[in-house]
């Protein structure tokens, strides 16, 4: 959850901030409780805002406590410019709260204060009515997810590992423009890396690996040609490479090339790719580390914000074939799905029963396990960043991932490649629109409702949103 502070404005005259001082404490005080209660951390300001010097000295202090929302609360009528020397203080960002109150005019407050930031350009959101209410508990909290999500962000690192792949443009980003935007930066690092250190690990580790997924998988398909215990093992060793990776050079997330290279003369990464971004592998529980396949930049980055705002483990996949006769999508792409969304439980078990180990196909001839189930139904938030003429854009659209009849789910997932992980997607959006629009192969979702959210992340981040359907 968010880490939120309140800061209170107030009228400058003494003589009027004195009768008030209660009443403003008790408002932000129900504030602050209602945040609580739904699991925010909230920090109060020490003061309310009744002069200049308060107004920079509390903002100052709240901007100390690495706050992901900061909040400007009005239950009174406020001096405008006090809002804008707190606003200058205040790094991240920014909510403006008001009361609906005929004898105390909060959202008078908030309109000129909202009105001066606005003349100077200064990005701030805004909400009004009793904190009480449902719906404007809601608005603060979609903005504070937001936020949290957005702060995650800055002073993060991303791991590139290996170069483009197979010439796509959409996997690869400018890193200046990264860290401008976003406040990522971007650390470079050799595929040979993977190789080399993969050789360095315990055989013991390596044991426990495959024999925990011979144990839990629906099935592990050796064909002693493509998929052999010892190419599992390599696929097992090049997994705790890249955690070794992650931990030496510091990342928070990652991507890794893949191919031909790897592919073709060593392994898939299939393993390593599906284990990191599921909340446990072998060795127990763990945090998800966002990996895209393909070192995809934007897809990976698309995750990370998608993981900020959900907590869950984020779908990779390319947007690979159109049922038109459901009007389904058929989300498919080798291996990146992580376990996690065959059943979606807390249980490793359940998700693994639903799991098929495959050899993989004809396009990788260096052989290894395929990661291969279909996505449990429910409904989900899809969305990517992609570039238009140089200037960033997060595409959005809402749909529900469905299953239907064994037979059925057989035969769809055959009429692509069967041994990859699949998930069938009922887009919220007609096909033409999606298709002659859509700016990427690769699609990325969580499990529940995130529109909002996504919206103000645009706002926050000065980036174009580009909803499909009802999510436009």
Same mark, same amino acid.
């Given at each position: 959850?968010?880490?939120?502070? &309140?800061?209170?404005?107030?009228?400058?005259?003494?003589?009027?901030?004195?009768?008030?001082?209660?009443? &403003?404490?008790?408002?932000?005080?129900?504030?602050?409780?209602?945040?609580?209660?739904?699991?925010?951390?909230?920090?109060?300001?020490?003061?309310?805002?009744?002069?200049?010097?308060?107004?920079?000295?509390?903002?100052?202090?709240?901007?100390?406590?690495?706050?992901?929302?900061?909040?400007?609360?009005?239950?009174?009528?406020?001096?405008?410019?006090?809002?804008?020397?707190?606003?200058?203080?205040?790094?991240?960002?920014?909510?403006?709260?008001?009361? &609906?109150?005929?004898?105390?005019?909060?959202?008078?407050?908030?309109?000129?204060?909202?009105?001066?930031?606005?003349?100077?350009?200064?990005?701030?959101?805004?909400?009004?009515?009793?904190?009480?209410?449902?719906?404007?508990?809601?608005?603060?909290?979609?903005?504070?997810?937001?936020?949290?999500?957005?702060?995650?962000?800055?002073?993060?690192?991303?791991?590139?590992?290996?170069?483009?792949?197979?010439?796509?443009?959409?996997?690869?980003?400018?890193?200046?423009?990264?860290?401008?935007?976003?406040?990522?930066?971007?650390?470079?690092?050799?595929?040979?890396?993977?190789?080399?250190?993969?050789?360095?690990?315990?055989?013991?580790?390596?044991?426990?690996?495959?024999?925990?997924?011979?144990?839990?998988?629906?099935?592990?398909?050796?064909?002693?040609?493509?998929?052999?215990?010892?190419?599992?093992?390599?696929? &097992?060793?090049?997994?705790?490479?890249?955690?070794?990776?992650?931990?030496?050079?510091?990342?928070?997330?990652?991507?890794?090339?893949?191919?031909?290279?790897?592919?073709?003369?060593?392994?898939?990464?299939?393993?390593?790719?599906?284990?990191?971004?599921?909340?446990?592998?072998?060795?127990?529980?763990?945090?998800?580390?966002?990996?895209?396949?393909?070192?995809?930049?934007?897809?990976?980055?698309?995750?990370?914000?998608?993981?900020?705002?959900?907590?869950?483990?984020?779908?990779?996949?390319?947007?690979?074939?159109?049922?038109?006769?459901?009007?389904?999508?058929?989300?498919?792409?080798?291996?990146?799905?992580?376990?996690?969304?065959?059943?979606?439980?807390?249980?490793?078990?359940?998700?693994?029963?639903?799991?098929?180990?495959?050899?993989?196909?004809?396009?990788?001839?260096?052989?290894?396990?395929?990661?291969?189930?279909?996505?449990?139904?429910?409904?989900?938030?899809?969305?990517?960043?992609?570039?238009?003429?140089?200037?960033?854009?997060?595409?959005?659209?809402?749909?529900?991932?469905?299953?239907?009849?064994?037979?059925?789910?057989?035969?769809?997932?055959?009429?692509?490649?069967?041994?990859?992980?699949?998930?069938?997607?009922?887009?919220?959006?007609?096909?033409?629109?999606?298709?002659?629009?859509?700016?990427?192969?690769?699609?990325?979702?969580?499990?529940?409702?995130?529109?909002?959210?996504?919206?103000?992340?645009?706002?926050?981040?000065?980036?174009?949103?580009?909803?499909?359907?009802?999510?436009?």
């Amino acid at each position: 959850m968010a880490r939120i502070g &309140i800061l209170s404005m107030s009228d400058g005259r003494d003589f009027v901030s004195r009768d008030i001082a209660s009443f &403003i404490a008790d408002s932000a005080r129900s504030v602050a409780a209602a945040l609580r209660g739904a699991g925010h951390e909230v920090v109060l300001a020490d003061e309310v805002v009744t002069t200049n010097q308060i107004a920079v000295e509390q903002s100052r202090r709240l901007a100390d406590q690495r706050v992901d929302l900061t909040v400007f609360h009005y239950a009174v009528w406020a001096f405008p410019h006090f809002t804008m020397l707190a606003a200058e203080a205040t790094e991240g960002p920014l909510l403006l709260l008001a009361n &609906i109150d005929p004898v105390y005019p909060g959202m008078v407050g908030m309109l000129a204060g909202g009105g001066a930031l606005d003349q100077i350009g200064r990005v701030h959101a805004r909400a009004w009515g009793d904190v009480a209410d449902p719906d404007v508990l809601a608005a603060i909290e979609t903005e504070a997810r937001a936020a949290r999500a957005v702060r995650s962000l800055r002073g993060s690192t991303f791991g590139r590992v290996g170069g483009r792949p197979m010439g796509m443009y959409t996997a690869v980003a400018n890193t200046d423009q990264w860290m401008r935007t976003f406040g990522v930066d971007v650390e470079e690092i050799d595929q040979w890396e993977v190789v080399r250190r993969s050789e360095l690990v315990e055989q013991s580790r390596v044991s426990a690996g495959r024999a925990w997924l011979e144990k839990h998988a629906a099935g592990v398909h050796y064909d002693g040609k493509q998929l052999t215990p010892e190419l599992l093992e390599r696929q &097992i060793r090049s997994y705790h490479a890249m955690q070794e990776l992650i931990r030496e050079w510091n990342l928070d997330f990652a991507g890794i090339k893949g191919q031909p290279e790897l592919t073709t003369h060593f392994a898939t990464m299939d393993i390593a790719e599906a284990f990191l971004n599921d909340p446990y592998d072998w060795e127990g529980p763990k945090e998800t580390v966002v990996t895209s396949t393909e070192s995809d930049m934007d897809g990976a980055l698309t995750m990370q914000l998608l993981k900020g705002l959900s907590g869950t483990p984020v779908l990779f996949a390319d947007v690979r074939h159109y049922h038109a006769d459901k009007d389904v999508w058929d989300l498919c792409n080798s291996g990146q799905h992580a376990t996690w969304f065959a059943a979606r439980s807390e249980d490793p078990g359940e998700n693994l029963a639903k799991t098929h180990l495959y050899p993989e196909v004809f396009y990788f001839p260096a052989g290894g396990a395929s990661v291969q189930h279909l996505a449990a139904p429910g409904e989900f938030t899809l969305a990517r960043l992609t570039r238009r003429d140089g200037r960033y854009r997060l595409h959005a659209v809402r749909g529900e991932f469905e299953q239907y009849d064994d037979a059925t789910n057989e035969a769809m997932m055959r009429q692509s490649t069967y041994e990859w992980p699949h998930a069938f997607a009922r887009l919220h959006t007609d096909a033409a629109t999606f298709l002659s629009r859509f700016g990427a192969n690769h699609i990325h979702a969580v499990p529940g409702e995130y529109i909002a959210e996504l919206r103000s992340i645009c706002r926050l981040l000065d980036i174009d949103y580009d909803g499909f359907g009802d999510a436009a």
